[in-house]
């Protein structure tokens, strides 16, 4: 039996290190930057490195390395690019067979420029990636202990499929859910929110969902709680985290000072390793600190795989201060 089984995507990425890509504030959206492209132009790039990663995938990786026996399910065109996802997952002991391969379209492609700051602008095509085949999954040979949900294309249909059967089952929920999930809105969420354990969105797209652009932190936090059955957890970046547990009890946690190499996966990083070390004995504090441990290891190397920690090698990252908030 699994432990975990991630559903969401997986991708081909390939990073590209320039390292002096002009950076300027964005003429709407300051203090947000722009690093700037010129048309017409031909950079030369330091350095190139390729990796797979998407979330569902990403997840998996943690969980298996954790020591949790995983299943990983997406979607991946009938290409290069696919196999090779596949094969890196079967290499780091992931079940892959629930795996759906379609002929239509490329699998899930994206270009990553890196800034020197660590900071990036991803490109991505998400092509088969997000065309889930609801009448081609087994769901009754999936009966993990956790459903672990990250993007799935906005697919309601998927999305109501695996919430009833998670239902049925006693299958626990933990959801991060990707932009088109998130566009579905709270109100129309609602019943999915109810039944799942741990829900985690940063701070901007937890107010996408709620539909109030702006809301601070706290006001996220608590809206979305309103809502969700069991923890709501929301990312603010460097600004690190605040968790509502289901007393209504607020943890809240920075970020440790640690090398920033490049920042893709951190967001994976920190969801996959909160829910792998809550789903042991339910200690949120210690959750908050493992997410945040794979969170810097994460980030101190290229791509979103590098770095995930191993079940024995959390030991060397040091653990995050957490407050425990009376109101
Ligand atoms: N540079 C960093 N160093 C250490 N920890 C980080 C860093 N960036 C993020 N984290 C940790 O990871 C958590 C999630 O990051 P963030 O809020 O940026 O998620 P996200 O916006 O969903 O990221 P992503 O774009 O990777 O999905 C943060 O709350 C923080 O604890
Ligand atoms: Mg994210």
Known sequence: MHDFITLGSATRDVFFKAG??????????????????????????????????????????????QGWQTAALGVVGADFNGEAIIAELAQEGIETKYFQKHEGDHTAYSVILVHGSGERTILSYKGEGQHFNVQAIPFENLTPKWFYLNSLGGNW????AISAHAAANQIKIGMNPGGKE?????????????????????????????????????????????VVGGIAVVTDGPNGVL?????????????????????????????????????????????????????????????????????????????????????
């Not at 947000?32 to 998407?54: H, R």
């Not at 039944?195 to 809301?215: D, W």
């Open 20 to 65: 002096d890509f002009e950076l300027r504030p964005h003429e709407h959206d300051a203090p947000q930057m722009e690093q700037c492209v010129p048309l017409g132009s031909k950079l030369e790039m330091k350095e190139i490195v390729f990796a797979t990663g998407g979330g569902g995938a990403n997840a998996a990786v943690t969980f298996a390395r």
């Open 157 to 160: 249909d998927l999305l109501q």
């Open 182 to 226: 998130i566009a579905h809105g709270l109100k129309k969420l609602t019943p999915v929110l109810k039944n799942i354990s741990v829900l985690i969105t940063n701070k901007e797209e937890g107010a996408e969902m709620i539909g109030t652009p702006g809301l601070e932190h706290r006001q996220v936090l608590d809206k979305l709680k309103e």
């Open 243 to 327: 968790v509502k547990d289901v007393d209504g009890k607020i943890y809240k946690a920075g970020v440790p000072d640690s090398p920033v190499v490049e920042r893709t996966g951190a967001g994976d990083a920190w969801s996959s390793g909160f829910i792998s070390e809550y789903s042991r004995g339910g200690d949120i504090s210690k959750a908050i600190q493992f997410g945040t441990a794979n969170a810097s290891a994460v980030v101190t190397q290229f791509g979103a795989r590098a770095g995930i920690l191993k079940k024995d090698d959390w030991g060397s990252w040091p653990l995050v201060e957490v407050e425990i908030l009376t109101s």
